[in-house]
């Protein structure tokens, strides 16, 4: 297997925009946690608005990349997805089904079809049982009874993610973090799973093993057919790995678009400071970098209108007032959604605007630094 990782477009599966019926699909999916006051007597003083509405599909066999900021709501999205987590509301719908608010019963038959790689291969895996009882425990959970027997087929999931099956009766403690990743990986494909969620699988590993992992569930999609919502925070392994692409801001979808098209002609200021933030390889770019102004906003007391509106270089009233709905934009390629009432331009590249936080201006200034002007005032 290629353990390199490298971003051409050519890289990873080809751009692909499911047809038919879709295997999952989020309409307006919400999750709020109640914000609690008082030592004896609790009430509720607020909620922390950590998904506030989100239309999201996935095609059978696609992968979708979300991407964002700590805290933006993405592993939210992604346990509730999952159904580990209650939807406060809205729809989630599996092949045409919702179970946004199934019962436990009613998630029985469909559970085996949703697994989850978790972000944390050291907590993920319980140090006080086996590789093999770790592997296996879905499958016997569930009934299943595989030809040849349990330890057969968990010893044949440890050679598909490329562990030694004799490796069946070692303890977590005795792998890298890489191969516990791994044993993760063929714990989520040992009930043959139609959608898995892969909550920044490779985040906690060193980088010389992040391509290995990514590689491998890349062979794995296109192996198995399997549906990934790829979660994470480098948006070159998203690029590498995605067909579309997610970027979510403070608990909404901000920009929504086929790999390609969002990567080359972002249209949401955000996308384009966070694509500013992507290193580039090239010692002749001479991009200028995107720092944006201030924090992210409270997502107990979200600002009105554009929720980006707070750090956002096109500011005008309009955005204070009105949410923009994410819809197609004139000059967009078809499904490239857009939530912004003064987008960029198609193909203006995001690194002629920058936008200069106060606090690192001044440093810079002290430094002898050349500052470039905002955008706004260019303009």
Not at 170 to 175: G, K, L, S, T
Not at 290 to 301: F, K, W
Request: overall charge negative; some cysteine; proline content about 8%.
């Amino acid at each position: 297997m290629n353990d390199q990782l490298t971003l051409s477009k050519a890289d990873g599966p080809s751009p692909a925009t499911p047809s038919g019926e879709p295997l999952l699909q989020l309409t307006g999916v919400q999750k709020h946690f109640p914000v609690m006051d008082g030592f004896l007597f609790k009430r509720q003083v607020g909620a922390v608005h950590a998904v506030d509405g989100i239309d999201l599909t996935v095609g059978t066999g696609e992968a979708v990349g979300l991407v964002g900021e700590s805290g933006c709501g993405k592993s939210t999205t992604g346990r509730l997805v999952t159904r580990l987590l209650e939807p406060t509301g809205g729809q989630i719908s599996y092949q045409g089904r919702d179970i946004a608010h199934a019962s436990r019963k009613e998630l029985m038959p469909i559970r085996s079809e949703i697994q989850m790689i978790f972000q944390d291969p050291y907590s993920s895996l319980n140090p006080r049982q086996t590789v093999g009882a770790i592997i296996g425990a879905p499958m016997e959970i569930n009934g299943i009874k595989p030809a040849g027997g349990i330890q057969k087929r968990v010893q044949e999931l440890l050679e598909t993610v490329g562990l030694n099956p004799e490796h069946y009766n070692r303890f977590p403690h005795e792998f890298s973090g890489g191969q516990r990743q791994r044993i993760g990986v063929a714990r989520a494909l040992s009930l043959e799973p139609k959608l898995i969620v892969a909550d920044e699988p490779v985040s906690a590993l060193d980088v010389s093993i992040q391509a290995q992992v990514v590689n491998l569930l890349q062979q794995l999609q296109k192996d198995l057919g399997i549906a990934f919502l790829f979660i994470a925070h480098d948006l070159a392994i998203v690029r590498h790995f995605s067909q579309r692409v997610a970027v979510m801001y403070l608990g909404k979808i901000v920009e929504i678009a086929d790999r390609a098209s969002l990567y080359e002609r972002p249209r949401h200021p955000y996308t384009h400071a966070l694509l500013s933030a992507v290193p580039e390889a090239d010692p002749d770019d001479n991009r200028e970098r995107i720092r944006l102004a201030g924090d992210v906003p409270s997502p107990i007391n979200p600002p009105s209108g554009c929720r980006f509106r707070t750090r956002c270089w096109k500011a005008q009233e309009k955005c204070a007032t009105e949410e923009p709905p994410l819809v197609q934009l004139s000059g967009n390629v078809a499904g490239h959604l857009t939530a912004c009432h003064f987008p960029e331009e198609p193909g203006v590249a995001g690194g002629r605007d920058v936008v200069l936080d106060p606090a690192l201006a001044a440093m810079e200034d002290e430094a002898g630094a050349v500052i470039p002007e905002p955008r706004d005032q260019q303009d």
